[in-house]
């Protein structure tokens, strides 16, 4: 098999910390991929420049990845059928509410031949309801789509701070190739091929980060959230055995599932926005506004998005938890009675 070329669509925060991998893997595996990587970047300035400009000349994202030297052979191009039209494998990691405007204009202009992987966290909500970004990705460009996910913070991963994560594919030959080009020795990866679980974790885990601040923002410690991670993980495998058939429970024991889940019961936006439930009046727009600086929190989405699926089946009493979080979330709920949605879970009975 012939060198492989490689194009990373997306260039935030995590964007520029797997460029930095990826850059630097294929310069070490030539005989598997092309040393050239180029990278789309949405084109906007900085400090009067251009950003694209600022990237391919100092080798460094200074608005999303300040500090962190990029490998010199990875090119940022702002035309996004420049930067993917001789790509054999499409890493799609930007997000998620751009991907399906994304994939309409690559539809019929990249290779039959490709493969995509999604570094997505999250679901594609519509008014069909939820839909996984892997199978959005698949459907529109017509070729096969893995998944990687696990307790990535993007700025730990920049600075080689080790860490494992998780890629699946359902296809074991494509699954050991994202592999070699992923891993090094600070970026574990392990391969499953139960990939619609490895994406459900990283859009669950949000829900329950919520949980984790309601009980932070009420003055709770350590072991009351320790009790919303448990029930929240055992809600998360419940909701993949009834609406994503053929789901593993032992991949939720992988990175992408307790480990992820850990991480942002104890950091990261969604935690912080449960937190901020409690301690304000403010409503989810007006937090997203100030937290946020406008863009959406993912947890409470999904939260409305599994609240409704969850009633369609009359199954609201069996998920006392994410029920609540979307309760609370909505102010339907007092976060006072939080507490007692834990103490009186059926887990316990």
Same mark, same amino acid.
């Given at each position: 098999m012939?060198?492989?070329?490689v194009?990373?669509?997306?260039?935030?925060?995590?964007?520029?910390?797997?460029?930095?991998?990826?850059?630097n893997?294929?310069k070490e595996r030539? *005989?598997?991929?092309?040393e050239?990587?180029?990278m789309?970047?949405?084109?906007e300035?900085?400090?009067?420049?251009k950003? %694209?400009?600022i990237v391919?000349?100092?080798h460094?994202?200074?608005?999303?990845?300040?500090?962190i030297?990029?490998?010199?052979?990875?090119?940022?191009i702002?035309n996004l059928?420049?930067a993917?039209k &001789?790509? &054999?494998?499409?890493?799609?990691?930007?997000p998620? +509410?751009?991907? $399906?405007?994304i !994939?309409?204009?690559?539809q019929?202009?990249?290779?039959?031949s =490709?493969i995509?992987?999604?570094?997505? $966290?999250g679901?594609?909500?519509s008014?069909e309801?939820? +839909?996984?970004?892997?199978?959005l990705?698949s459907?529109?460009l017509s070729?096969p789509?893995?998944?990687l996910? #696990?307790?990535?913070? =993007?700025?730990?991963v920049?600075?080689e701070?080790?860490?494992?994560?998780?890629?699946?594919s359902? &296809?074991?030959?494509i699954?050991?190739?994202?592999k070699?080009? @992923?891993? %090094?020795?600070?970026?574990?990866?392990?391969?499953?091929?139960d %990939?619609?679980?490895? *994406?459900l !974790?990283?859009?669950?885990?949000?829900?329950v980060?919520?949980?984790?601040?309601?009980? &932070? #923002?009420?003055?709770?410690?350590d072991?009351? $959230?320790?009790?919303?991670?448990?029930?929240?993980l055992? *809600?998360?495998i419940?909701f =993949?055995?009834? @609406?994503?058939?053929?789901?593993?429970t032992?991949t939720?024991?992988?990175?992408c599932?307790?480990?992820?889940?850990?991480?942002?019961?104890?950091?990261?936006r969604?935690?912080?926005?449960g937190?901020?439930v409690?301690?304000?009046?403010?409503?989810?727009k007006?937090?997203e506004?100030?937290i946020?600086?406008?863009?959406?929190f993912q947890g409470?989405?999904v939260? $409305?998005?599994i609240?409704?699926?969850?009633?369609?089946k009359?199954?609201?009493?069996?998920?006392?938890?994410?029920?609540?979080?979307?309760n609370? !979330?909505?102010r339907?709920m007092?976060?006072?009675?939080?507490?007692?949605?834990?103490?009186n879970?059926?887990?316990?009975?």
């Amino acid at each position: 098999m012939s060198a492989r070329s490689v194009c990373i669509v997306g260039s935030g925060n995590w964007g520029s910390a797997i460029a930095k991998i990826v850059g630097n893997n294929v310069k070490e595996r030539r *005989e598997h991929f092309k040393e050239c990587v180029p990278m789309y970047m949405y084109e906007e300035e900085f400090n009067g420049r251009k950003l %694209t400009e600022i990237v391919n000349t100092e080798h460094e994202n200074i608005k999303y990845l300040p500090g962190i030297k990029l490998p010199e052979n990875v090119v940022a191009i702002p035309n996004l059928l420049e930067a993917s039209k &001789d790509a &054999d494998i499409l890493i799609f990691v930007l997000p998620h +509410q751009f991907v $399906k405007k994304i !994939c309409d204009e690559l539809q019929g202009k990249i290779k039959t031949s =490709a493969i995509a992987v999604s570094l997505i $966290k999250g679901f594609a909500i519509s008014e069909e309801g939820i +839909q996984l970004i892997s199978r959005l990705i698949s459907n529109i460009l017509s070729i096969p789509c893995g998944v990687l996910s #696990g307790a990535n913070l =993007a700025g730990e991963v920049a600075s080689e701070q080790f860490c494992e994560t998780t890629i699946g594919s359902k &296809d074991k030959e494509i699954g050991e190739l994202l592999k070699l080009l @992923f891993e %090094t020795p600070y970026f574990h990866c392990s391969v499953v091929e139960d %990939t619609d679980t490895v *994406e459900l !974790c990283g859009a669950l885990k949000n829900v329950v980060a919520i949980g984790a601040g309601i009980v &932070d #923002g009420m003055g709770y410690g350590d072991n009351t $959230k320790a009790a919303v991670q448990r029930l929240g993980l055992m *809600e998360m495998i419940k909701f =993949a055995e009834v @609406f994503f058939e053929g789901s593993k429970t032992s991949t939720f024991f992988q990175s992408c599932g307790i480990a992820d889940l850990v991480a942002t019961c104890h950091g990261g936006r969604n935690r912080l926005l449960g937190e901020n439930v409690v301690k304000s009046k403010k409503s989810l727009k007006e937090l997203e506004k100030e937290i946020l600086k406008g863009q959406s929190f993912q947890g409470p989405l999904v939260a $409305k998005e599994i609240y409704g699926m969850l009633e369609e089946k009359d199954m609201l009493n069996r998920f006392p938890l994410f029920v609540a979080i979307h309760n609370i !979330c909505e102010r339907k709920m007092d976060p006072k009675e939080f507490v007692n949605c834990l103490r009186n879970h059926p887990e316990h009975l």
